[in-house]
């Protein structure tokens, strides 16, 4: 079943560490992206990427870093975790030329003590 | 470039009672229009869209939403909510951008549904 899947779900960390959340669709889309949200509040957009090799920054600053060697795998990376770093992150894909709709993931909710 | 009002960040409505979540859009071209749902600690999941033909569409679980060009709109309405309705609710625009479609959300609206 095409799907798009997010792992962890929650992460409990310490300040300083570096983490990698993990994004994989199975639906061939070429466009994803990273969300971050805090609890009842508005989506922003921190990274997104056209295909393999592209990478862009979202209309939110983010210290975050992302990578797409694969199609189907859009990891993002924070090199050194941070309190103000606790918030969910959700990662959606879509077709580049379709209407856009996204496919969400569960989303992984971190949280940096 | 466009943007998505959703003009009541919270929406307080008892249990069978009708409601109206607003949604309005700024873009001036063709447009496809989505809402998403969002239940706590999960993803966004597709509740309805727009794309063409009839400006009125529906869900499986009774909410609606009419495309309205003249009045650049799009809200969601329900006759009678239920408390599993409870969630917070994303109206999103894609319009053209070059030769591709840019996605747009506002900013949701949390519905909660009184017993």
């Known amino acids: 079943e095409a799907d798009i899947y997010q792992t962890p779900r929650y992460l409990v960390i310490g300040t300083g560490k570096k983490i990698t959340l993990e994004c994989s669709q199975t639906?061939?889309?070429?466009?994803m992206y990273w969300y971050q949200q805090d609890p009842g509040m508005e989506l922003h957009l921190i990274h997104y990427?056209?295909?393999?090799?592209?990478?862009e920054k979202g209309d939110l600053s983010s210290e975050s870093t992302v990578s797409r060697i694969r199609t189907e795998h859009f990891p993002l990376t924070l090199e050194s975790a941070r309190p103000s770093h606790t918030s969910q992150y959700l990662c959606?894909?879509?077709?580049?030329?379709?209407?856009?709709?996204?496919?969400f993931g569960q989303g992984t909710r971190l949280t940096v003590v | 470039a466009q943007s998505v009002t959703q003009l009541d960040s919270q929406v307080p409505v008892f249990e069978e009672a009708p409601v109206e979540l607003r949604c309005n859009y700024s873009s001036s071209v063709s447009v496809y229009l989505f809402w998403y749902v969002q239940y706590p600690n999960q993803g966004l999941q597709l509740l309805l869209k727009?794309?063409?033909?009839?400006?009125l569409v529906e869900s499986i679980n009774g909410f609606e939403a009419e495309f309205n060009k003249s009045q650049t709109s799009f809200h969601l309405r329900k006759p009678s909510v239920h408390i599993s309705d409870t969630a917070e609710y994303f109206c999103a625009v894609s319009a053209p951008t070059g030769s591709a479609r840019q996605l747009t959300f506002g900013s949701g609206t949390q519905l909660t549904v009184l017993p």
């Open positions: 639906m061939g889309h070429d466009k």
């Open positions: 959606a894909s879509s077709d580049l030329f379709g209407s856009a709709e996204a496919f």
């Open positions: 727009y794309l063409s033909g009839s400006t």
């Open positions: 990427s056209y295909g393999v090799n592209s990478t």
